[in-house]
């Protein structure tokens, strides 16, 4: 990364660990608070469906804001929505109400990463970005350690809307902090948004970014493929995760919150090498070899509740080497695809287009979980994640001849 780390960089840093506390926490009080008031384990899976259509049609917005040079702006208030999806709970527990904060969490935490990119990209030599996205991952997985605990206790004091107002408190003091540190920093507006925008007409240039994610499918076919199998891989169970480890694996709030933290654990441990693995063979290799770990762990959640009750924190531990590999190969391969000035383009695009590609993958997930039991969500998407990992062939190859 360099022998001199500037202040922004610090202050994307210090931002992080704040992250790193309130949004795990909403992860897990969340179903734990809806699973006190009567809702049920599926009833997790189509609230992430519903949000997902959100997200697909906001994505490309939030690329078009960060690459006119609002990355900045958007960071904060990715923190603001972070905030907001923890007090819409506290307001009502109707079911539409905890799909918006749901859906504000996912595009809080979508919005961060498209910022985060495009401010790292500017800061860190393309040859240091590997370690430079591991170790701002590390921030936020050393607060990740203690979040899980420390939402479970605070909520055995205050209940869980005493907890979620606390950590909603910490997201708004992280966006004010990390605003301040970054008063340096001025972004790069991309040359696509520069000219869409050179006519005067802002409804024509933001039309453009959704145009450019349509673009993003035919210039990169198989890393969309990919990454749209992956998505939709994890997105079969995960939404459900946390309440499916208490009410059917049986471990209860606190086997959640250890589990949690294992897997928080499992990420820091491997931040650096997971970064220097990236610099050094690759981000496509290292998104492959991410693939066959995840599948690994959701093989272990399936035999977890079937009353291995141990198998779930060995899949944390897998889980958290699976994450932090695909934080280092993602966000390196979408940050060098088309440039630093390119970033919020190639990030929200493609995420953009992954959403909406599994935006039924949630809902399915549920209805196997029901129709065929706990365990068929985590077998099918064991099954698609070694396809996912198959898919890159391509890819590897091109990068062998560079």
């Given at each position: 990364m360099g022998s001199k780390v500037s202040l922004t960089l610090v202050g994307v840093g210090a931002y992080s660990m704040i992250r790193g506390l309130a949004i795990p926490a909403f992860r897990i009080l969340l179903p734990l608070y809806m699973l006190s008031i009567g809702y049920?384990?599926?009833?997790?899976?189509?609230?992430?469906?519903?949000?997902?259509?959100?997200?697909?049609?906001?994505?490309?917005?939030?690329?078009?804001?960060?690459?006119?040079?609002?990355?900045?702006?958007?960071?904060?208030?990715?923190?603001?929505?972070?905030?907001?999806?923890?007090?819409?709970?506290?307001?009502?527990g109707s079911y539409a109400v905890l799909v918006v904060a749901f859906t504000l969490s996912m595009l809080s935490t979508m919005t961060w990463q498209s910022a985060r990119s495009?401010?790292?990209?500017?800061?860190?030599?393309?040859?240091?970005?590997?370690?430079?996205?591991?170790?701002?991952?590390?921030?936020?997985?050393?607060?990740?350690?203690?979040?899980?605990?420390?939402?479970?206790?605070?909520?055995?004091l205050a209940g869980y809307r005493g907890a979620m107002l606390v950590f909603a408190a910490m997201a708004l003091a992280g966006s004010v902090l990390f605003l301040t540190m970054t008063r340096s920093y001025r972004g790069l507006i991309s040359p696509a948004v520069s000219e869409a925008?050179?006519?005067?007409?802002?409804?024509?240039?933001?039309?453009?970014?959704?145009?450019?994610?349509?673009?993003?499918?035919?210039?990169?076919?198989?890393?969309?493929?990919?990454?749209?199998?992956?998505?939709?891989?994890?997105?079969?169970?995960?939404?459900?995760?946390?309440?499916?480890?208490?009410?059917?694996?049986?471990?209860?709030?606190?086997?959640?919150?250890?589990f949690n933290s294992l897997f928080a654990a499992s990420m820091l441990a491997t931040f650096y090498p997971a970064g220097l693995l990236t610099d050094r063979i690759g981000s496509v290799k290292v998104l492959a070899i991410n693939e066959l770990v995840g599948a690994v762990s959701a093989a272990l959640l399936a035999l977890a509740g079937g009353g291995m009750s141990l198998a779930a924190y060995a899949s944390a531990v897998a889980m958290g080497v699976s994450v932090e590999l695909w934080v280092a190969g993602y966000n390196t391969l979408t940050a060098t695809l088309k440039g630093p000035e390119?970033?919020?383009?190639?990030?929200a695009g493609v995420d953009s287009a992954r959403t909406v590609f599994s935006i039924p993958a949630p809902a399915l997930g549920s209805a196997l979980y029901v129709s065929l039991g706990p365990a068929s969500p985590f077998i099918s998407s064991m099954a698609l994640m070694i396809g996912a990992a198959l898919t890159l062939t391509p890819m590897l190859r091109g990068e062998r001849r560079q």
């Open positions: 049920k384990v599926q009833d997790l899976g189509p609230m992430a469906t519903y949000s997902a259509i959100v997200i697909a049609l906001s994505l490309p917005l939030v690329g078009y804001l960060v690459d006119s040079g609002k990355a900045r702006v958007m960071g904060a208030a990715s923190g603001a929505m972070t905030a907001a999806s923890l007090i819409l709970p506290v307001v009502s495009a401010i790292v990209a500017l800061e860190v030599s393309p040859q240091s970005l590997g370690r430079a996205f591991s170790s701002l991952s590390a921030a936020f997985t050393v607060a990740r350690i203690a979040s899980p605990m420390l939402a479970v206790w605070i909520a055995g925008r050179s006519g005067g007409n802002f409804p024509r240039s933001l039309l453009a970014a959704y145009v450019r994610v349509c673009k993003l499918l035919r210039e990169y076919p198989v890393f969309i493929l990919f990454t749209v199998m992956d998505r939709f891989a994890w997105s079969l169970w995960l939404p459900m995760l946390n309440a499916y480890l208490k009410d059917v694996c049986g471990l209860g709030d606190e086997g959640v919150g250890l390119s970033v919020g383009e190639v990030r």
